[in-house]
T-cell receptor, first 111, second 116 residues
């Protein structure tokens, strides 16, 4: 049982490049979300999904896209990377909405 | 809307001393409350949660928290800390105020530093 798997663990991008952060869970969880973690800011919600085919914006959605074509996968796309998107990104999932399981994170640097 | 305030950004303490990490929340509806721990270079791990019932909640690693509705608080406590408890601790709230999604809102975190 792998839980929530995020890839890659580390990534360096140049300004303007695009990329997709992958998130997969094998627990049949309906609820999935993406957060970014910045020093002194805690975790801020980017996008979330309450089931396959259903997504919505969180607190800081600008510059990011998501889709949820299957229950297992919830990729996060950076459309045109900017230095302000340098952060640690966490994916999380939940079955019952009460207590999320987190992945180990993707550390992204945009230069 | 819901929000979480963690009153201390950093809490230094000596090993075997008691510790309390403070958390206040605001929400106009009933809530679920959580504490997560993050060790260096790792993801977040659920320590404990309050859903309903007894206001004193016990979690892993000897931590406990008390839900106080009148004070809108959910402080985390441990009677005797170890060096291995050094980590970042996050308080989170979720409830129907988040549009039915129950997506948790996190505080900014408290860094617990345990000195030998």
């Amino acid at each position: 049982n792998a839980g929530v798997t995020q890839t890659p663990k580390f990534q360096v991008l140049k300004t303007g490049q695009s990329m997709t952060l992958q998130c997969a869970q094998d627990m049949n969880h309906e609820y999935m979300s993406w957060y970014r973690q910045d020093p002194g800011m805690g975790l801020r919600l980017i996008h979330y999904s309450v089931g396959a085919g259903i997504t919505d914006q969180g607190e800081v959605p600008n510059g990011y896209n998501v889709s949820r074509s299957t229950t297992e996968d919830f990729p996060l796309r950076l459309l045109s990377a900017a230095p302000s998107q340098t952060s640690v990104y966490f994916c999380a999932s939940s079955y019952s909405r009460v207590g999320y399981t987190f992945g180990s994170g993707t550390r992204l640097t945009v230069v | 809307a819901q929000s979480v305030t963690q009153l201390d950004s950093q809490v230094p303490v000596f090993e075997e001393a008691p510790v309390e990490l403070r958390c206040n929340y605001s929400s106009s509806v009933s809530v679920y409350l959580f504490w997560y721990v993050q060790y260096p270079n790792q993801g977040l791990q659920l320590l404990l949660k309050y859903l309903s019932g007894s206001t004193l909640v016990k979690g892993i690693n000897g931590f406990e928290a008390e839900f106080n509705k009148s004070q809108t608080s959910f402080h985390l406590r441990k009677p005797s800390v170890h060096i291995s408890d050094t980590a970042e601790y996050f308080c989170a709230v979720s409830g129907s105020a988040s549009g039915g999604s129950y997506i948790p809102t996190f505080g900014r975190g408290t860094s617990l530093i345990v000195h030998p």
